[in-house]
């Protein structure tokens, strides 16, 4: 059967004469950027007219994993302000809407829209916005300035595909271990990370299932920040490890509970209460610790030096409806 | 003058570091917060400790010491090594030992000694991650104390300790 190619309408406008860049609509809300800031805007329910300024940059890694992710689950709080919520068929845009002070003063707007309208915009913002040189899944060190006027693009930066094994990395017909001539150079961090394979010896006839590599090798060579990829998987007990420097670019709201396991070197992390952003507590992991972030928070991480989390999902389909519905709780474990 | 070059930091059962939950108004307990080389510091040969946990899905702490019993599961399992080195024999399990019931969570002991094919082996030392083909036998040997993270279902040697693993104030 041929695929299902979906038309969707994207509301950009003309180049703007001076910056270059195009602006969008989507929905009641406009998205515009100028050198330094990305712009958003939209009408209150009460007629007001109402605005949001992020740094360009920031906006543009936000932007990128909320793309990269197909929305991830849940939320994805851009900042305090704006930000997408997954509803799976379809996405929510909210501006205030989970900001205690703004959804208080009724500023918020929040709207619904297919999946594939909301990403079709958000795609082409990204490409748009995106200059040559600048790279929003790269650390801050390791790309150059997303500021400026439009001066090309990055389209291969801000399209690379998620890196999903189906089983585990390295197994034959499976996601692949990265190299050297795969263009996954060792990265600067993790030069004294030991790079050598597991001793296998299968028996004839069992090279594929005698099967082990090296984890820490893999996130080694890893060219993107927080972006997790899947490396092995049972049933919908996803192994989602990733590497981490600097700061997570957007605040994740849980609609279920997610683990981390800390790998190595630190990561800190800030949550709040995901409906209004009110702060619950700070969660410092070293090397071996482990700790659930509850699937009423929102949380974001601060890694001073590049380093190995392990973010353990679980995938399954129904699991958000279920938490929903009081049929699974919104704390790891009760003890 | 060159800068200094980067120093990855790996814990270890000799050697770790503990973080913690800093509460502002929420429950520490809700967080679950605990440390795997601890758990192994404190934990028996082969105890298959809980220290996540999603629904039917854990993530155990195991201190491999020794050789472990032989295992086998209705489903794939991974194992992650954290510390030490630690070999991993693998049997293709005869059809009679196997799992009787296909859809049962988390691995079991096989009754018995294993029978059947010899698949191989391997080794793996901190940062390697192996795979423990579904309705295999495999056996954990450990010359020295050694730390594995297993990606598993909850079943029925899984170990619940959680007061005494995690963070409680």
Request: proline content about 5%; aromatic content about 12%; some cysteine.
């Amino acid at each position: 059967m041929n695929a299902v190619v979906e038309f969707v309408n994207v509301l950009a406008s003309k180049p703007d004469a001076v910056s270059g860049y195009k602006s969008f609509t989507l929905g009641s809300f406009t998205f515009c950027r100028d050198e330094y800031f990305a712009h958003v805007s939209w009408t209150t329910r009460s007629g007001k007219p109402m605005s949001h300024t992020l740094d360009a940059g920031n906006f543009l890694r936000a932007l990128m994993r909320d793309v990269a992710w197909g929305f991830f689950y849940g939320w994805v709080n851009f900042d305090a302000v704006i930000g997408t919520v997954n509803r799976y068929e379809s996405v929510d845009l909210y501006a205030g809407s989970y900001n205690g002070t703004m959804k208080e003063a009724e500023i918020d707007l929040l709207e619904n829209f297919p999946t594939a309208q909301i990403r079709a915009t958000f795609e082409q913002m990204l490409d748009d916005w995106t200059n040559e040189g600048f790279d929003p899944f790269a650390a801050p060190q390791e790309t150059g300035s997303a500021h400026g006027r439009k001066r090309g693009n990055n389209t291969a930066k801000v399209t690379r595909a998620r890196e999903l094994a189906k089983r585990c990395v390295g197994l034959k017909g499976d996601l692949a271990m990265r190299s050297d001539t795969s263009g996954a150079p060792i990265n600067r961090a993790f030069a004294d990370v030991p790079q050598e394979a597991p001793e296998l010896h299968p028996e004839p006839g069992f090279e594929n299932d005698v099967h082990a590599f090296n984890l820490f090798a893999f996130l080694s060579r890893s060219q993107v920040t927080w972006n997790p990829s899947f490396t092995s998987v049972v049933k919908y007990s996803f192994m989602c490890p990733t590497t981490e420097e600097h700061i997570l670019p957007i605040i994740h709201g849980n609609d279920r509970v997610e683990w981390f396991f800390q790998m190595c070197d630190e990561i800190h992390w800030d949550c709040g209460d995901k409906n209004t952003g009110k702060p619950l507590a700070r969660v410092i992991m070293k090397a071996g610790d482990m700790a659930a972030m509850p699937a009423y928070c929102r949380h974001q991480g601060f890694s001073p030096k590049r380093s190995m989390l392990l973010v353990w999902e679980n995938g399954s389909p129904t699991l958000a409806y279920e938490i929903q519905n009081g049929k699974s709780p919104e704390i790891p474990v009760q003890f | 003058m060159t800068a200094p070059k980067y120093h990855t930091k790996f814990g270890s059962l000799a050697h770790f570091e503990k973080g913690g939950v800093q509460s502002i108004t929420d429950d520490v307990k809700h967080y679950a917060f605990s440390n795997c080389f601890d758990i192994a510091s404190r934990a028996r040969p082969f105890e298959k400790i809980v220290f996540g946990q999603n629904q039917i899905y854990v993530l155990e702490t195991i201190r491999a010491e020794g050789n472990s019993p032989w295992y086998t599961c209705a489903h794939d399992e991974f194992a992650l090594c954290m510390d030490g080195e630690v070999e991993i024999h693998l049997i293709q399990l005869d059809a009679d030992q196997q799992v009787r019931d296909q859809t049962k969570n988390g691995a079991v002991l096989v009754i018995g000694e294993p029978r059947g094919q010899p698949m191989g082996w391997m080794k793996i030392r901190r940062g390697h991650q192996a795979m423990l083909p579904r309705n295999s036998a495999y056996q954990f040997r450990a010359a020295q104390p050694a730390v594995l993270i297993q990606q598993t279902c909850k079943g029925e040697l899984s170990i619940e300790r959680w007061a005494d693993i995690c963070q409680t104030a």
